[in-house]
């Protein structure tokens, strides 16, 4: 069965930085694009990031600039450096397939808050 495990969340002051990693089981992750979501206190999840299986990656925006995506084949993980936090990135961080997301992936998310 396959996993996708989110960590690395935490409580950090505006213009800090944290590290999330995605921690995957099973043949799922090198083999496919995977994206890093985010859904914030009362608003639909939406798209922070993305890397395909080559290494090419895109971002939203908003992060532009200020978030890296990365991935680790041999580990079966994935990354999301986050910089220069704003307390607008405060929302529950997840990893799952791109650009089509699997419903059965979605795990329970990390929480990332960052005070102004």
């Known amino acids: 069965q396959v996993q996708l495990v989110e960590s690395g969340g935490g409580l950090v002051q505006a213009g800090g930085s944290l590290r999330l990693s995605c921690a995957a089981s099973?043949?799922?992750?090198?083999?496919?694009?995977m994206g890093w979501y985010c859904q914030a206190p009362g608003k639909q999840r939406e798209f922070v990031a993305r890397?395909?299986?080559?290494?090419?990656?895109d971002y939203a925006d908003s992060v532009k600039g200020r978030f890296t995506i990365s991935r680790d084949n041999a580990k079966n993980t994935m990354y999301l450096q986050m910089n220069s936090l704003k307390p607008e990135d405060t929302a529950v961080y997840y990893c799952?397939?791109?650009?089509?997301?699997?419903?059965?992936?979605w795990g329970q998310g990390t929480q990332v808050t960052v005070s102004s």
């Open positions: 799952n397939t791109w650009p089509r997301y699997r419903p059965d992936l």
């Open positions: 890397i395909a299986a080559g290494g090419s990656t």
């Open positions: 099973g043949s799922i992750f090198w083999m496919n694009s």
